[in-house]
């Protein structure tokens, strides 16, 4: 039972970038996934999640209208699509999941975490 976050990287502030989540061993269709950061000295904030049946989404304050969270059950795997980044971006990003009903972006909801993956926003 696994997930990984991939895709983070270098990218110049307005940019653009997608983080993918890939699951081992289990099902994504079962679980509502949620996507996290952690900036250096900072707390991990939830910024998106999806629900695991009708594909319902919450999104934090900070990414709202800029971060799209989707998810592709036939391949097991979910995506973040980051649009007109900023520094204040730069984080470690994870994927985690939940069986949770509830919709959440509280990290306590979430009990699978995967590997982060570094995003740097910097020109």
């Known amino acids: 039972v696994q997930l990984q976050a991939s895709g983070g990287g270098l990218v110049q502030p307005g940019g653009s970038l997608t983080l993918s989540c890939t699951a081992s061993?289990?099902?994504?269709?079962?679980?509502?996934i949620g996507w996290f950061r952690q900036a250096p000295g900072k707390e991990r904030e939830g910024v998106a999640c999806?629900?695991?049946?009708?594909?319902?989404?919450v999104y934090s304050r900070s990414v709202r209208g800029r971060f799209t969270i989707s998810r592709a059950n036939a391949k097991n795997a979910a995506y973040l699509q980051m649009d007109s980044l900023t520094p204040e971006d730069t984080a470690v990003y994870y994927c985690?999941?939940?069986?949770?009903?509830?919709?959440?972006?509280?990290?306590?909801?979430?009990?699978?975490w995967g590997q982060g993956t570094q995003v740097t926003v910097s020109s």
């Open positions: 061993g289990f099902s994504l269709a079962d679980y509502a």
């Open positions: 999806i629900s695991g049946g009708d594909d319902s989404t």
């Open positions: 985690a999941t939940t069986a949770s009903l509830l919709l959440s972006l509280q990290d306590k909801y979430y009990d699978n």
